[in-house]
């Protein structure tokens, strides 16, 4: 491989990693693989809401802050407080 065609894979590849950080929506299958949790606990978080995601028909679709809110959602949970508890520290916050 010449050293042209190396740079250019390697500016396809920087391209690449650039369109996937700018993304910005994600899917619930998306963000559950992303924070490790099942589809159905997002769909909790949301009935209890704690999160909205927003809506394309009837799919959910969440963006950058969603995942950080559900993150914070997750590390709470992690440490035991009960749902209702953790709405009232996201309320104050």
């Known amino acids: 491989m010449?050293?042209?065609?190396t740079a250019?894979?390697?500016?396809k590849e920087t391209v690449t990693q650039a369109g996937a950080?700018?993304?910005?929506?994600?899917?619930?299958?998306?963000?559950?693989?992303?924070?490790?949790?099942?589809?159905?606990?997002?769909?909790n978080w949301e009935r209890k809401k704690l999160i909205v995601p927003l809506r394309v028909g009837t799919?959910?679709?969440y963006?950058?802050?969603h995942i950080e809110l559900c993150k914070k959602i997750?590390?709470?949970s992690g440490k035991g407080v009960p749902l209702?508890?953790?709405k009232?520290?996201?309320?104050?916050i």
């Open 8 to 11: 250019t894979i390697a500016e």
């Open 63 to 65: 963006t950058a802050k």
């Open 21 to 43: 950080e700018k993304r910005e929506l994600f899917t619930i299958n998306e963000v559950a693989a992303m924070l490790s949790v099942h589809q159905q606990t997002l769909r």
């Open 74 to 76: 997750k590390e709470y």
């Open 2 to 5: 010449t050293e042209k065609e």
């Open 84 to 86: 209702k508890g953790i």
């Open 88 to 92: 009232e520290l996201l309320n104050k």
């Open 59 to 61: 799919r959910r679709i």
